[in-house]
Structures are given as structure tokens and as C-alpha cells.
T-cell receptor, first 115, second 115 residues
Framework: NAGVTQTPKFQVLKTGQSMTLQCAQD?????MSWYRQDPGMGLRLIHY???????DQGEVPNGYNVSRSTTEDFPLRLLSAAPSQTSVYFC??????????????FGQGTRLTVV | AQSVTQLGSHVSVSEGALVLLRCNYS??????LFWYVQYPNQGLQLLLK??????LVKGINGFEAEFKKSETSFHLTKPSAHMSDAAEYFC?????????????FGGGTRLMVKP
């Protein structure tokens, strides 16, 4: 029972480099999302998706792209990394809210440092 | 729009003492409320959730929270702290809209337990 799997766990990038953070879930959840966690600011929503082919922006989308070609996968792309993107990134998935079991399941996180 | 405020970014208690972590929310629609716990270098794990079935909600590890609509609060309590409770705790609010179940997190409270 894998749940939500994120790769890599750690990454160091140089300013201007691009990379993709991978996220996969095996629970057939419609809703997937990406958050970044910074000290004292909790988790802030970057992008989310309510199903394959449907994505939308969250609170802090600038500098990030997403796509959802399958129900299982929701990769996050950093187009041109900046030091301000140094953070811990979490992927989460859940059933849609109209169903009562709305617990969000989180991956283990990706710790990204941009130098 | 919805928001969450957690009073106190750090709380320190002695082992065996009462734990009280405060959370106030704002929401334009009836909210769903959650408490998550994050142990060091791990993802977030659901402690408990309020989905309007009962105002006093019991969660895992002896934690509970009470929804008070008049105070727009959802404070987390535990009668007797254990060393293993040391972690960061996040309150979150979710309100259904056509974007599904977008979670908005508070800034987090780091709980320290002294022997």
C-alpha cells in the first residue's frame, strides 16, 4: 500500500536550472495538489487538479507548472529555479469533498535547495 | 475565502501536562476542519477532522478538538502530554467549491515536551 510517493527526497539546483518533482498515488483519488512548506507560513497551495486533464492555480503558482495526464501522476515542474523556491514540497491526494471521507494523504516531501 | 490562524508558533509543556493548541478559522461557507501532525522529516498525518457530525471530535493518540461556531475556533487538546507528542501541528480548513477540497493551512505550532 504505497499511498502517495514523491521523488526525489532531496535535490540541490543551481539558479536557472529546471527540474521536475514527481508525485504518484495509487488510491484512485480525483484530487491532487502541491504545497510548499516554509517556516512560520504553514503549507501554501501551489497548483491543484480535480481530475485528469484539469489543473488550476493555487495561492503561489508563479514559477511552477503542472500537468495531469493520468489519475495517478501529478508532476510539478520548476521552469527556472530561483533561491526563493528553496523549500520543502509536499504532494497530497484525496477524494473530492462531496464524499465524506475527505482525508488528504501526503507524500514524504521533497527538500529542494536552490543555490 | 478562508483562512486559519494558529496562536503560538511554539508551545512547550511538561510531560503529563495538558496540551492546548489554538486554532481560529474564517470561512464564507460551513467549514470542514482538520488537524494534521508532522513528525521530523516526515509528511503530514491526519489527527482528526470535523465534518459537522459532532462538535467534539476524537482523534488518534488521545487528541481531541471541539468545534465552536460562535468563537470560530477548533482548538486541539490532549489531557496528558507524552514525549512522543513532540511534533509540529497544523490546523486546516476546507470548504467545498467547484475546485474541490482546497485545504488552507495555518502557520503551524511546534509542540515541545519537557521531561
Amino acid at each position: 500500500n504505497a499511498g502517495v510517493t514523491q521523488t526525489p527526497k532531496f535535490q540541490v539546483l543551481k539558479t536557472g536550472q529546471s527540474m521536475t518533482l514527481q508525485c504518484a498515488q495509487d488510491m484512485n483519488h480525483e484530487y491532487m495538489s502541491w504545497y510548499r512548506q516554509d517556516p512560520g507560513m504553514g503549507l501554501r497551495l501551489i497548483h491543484y487538479s480535480v481530475g485528469a486533464g484539469i489543473t488550476d492555480q493555487g495561492e503561489v503558482p508563479n514559477g511552477y507548472n503542472v500537468s495531469r495526464s493520468t489519475t495517478e501522476d501529478f508532476p510539478l515542474r520548476l521552469l527556472s529555479a530561483a533561491p526563493s523556491q528553496t523549500s520543502v514540497y509536499f504532494c497530497a491526494s484525496s477524494l473530492l469533498l462531496e464524499r465524506m471521507n475527505t482525508e488528504a494523504f501526503f507524500g514524504q516531501g521533497t527538500r529542494l535547495t536552490v543555490v | 475565502a478562508q483562512s486559519v490562524t494558529q496562536l503560538g508558533s511554539h508551545v512547550s509543556v511538561s510531560e503529563g501536562a495538558l496540551v492546548l493548541l489554538r486554532c481560529n478559522y474564517s470561512s464564507s461557507v460551513p467549514p470542514y476542519l482538520f488537524w494534521y501532525v508532522q513528525y521530523p522529516n516526515q509528511g503530514l498525518q491526519l489527527l482528526l477532522k470535523y465534518t459537522s457530525a459532532a462538535t467534539l471530535v476524537k482523534g488518534i493518540n488521545g487528541f481531541e478538538a471541539e468545534f465552536k461556531k460562535s468563537e470560530t475556533s477548533f482548538h486541539l487538546t490532549k489531557p496528558s502530554a507524552h514525549m512522543s507528542d513532540a511534533a509540529e501541528y497544523f490546523c486546516a480548513v476546507s470548504a467545498y467549491n467547484n475546485a474541490g477540497n482546497m485545504l488552507t493551512f495555518g502557520g503551524g505550532t511546534r509542540l515541545m515536551v519537557k521531561p
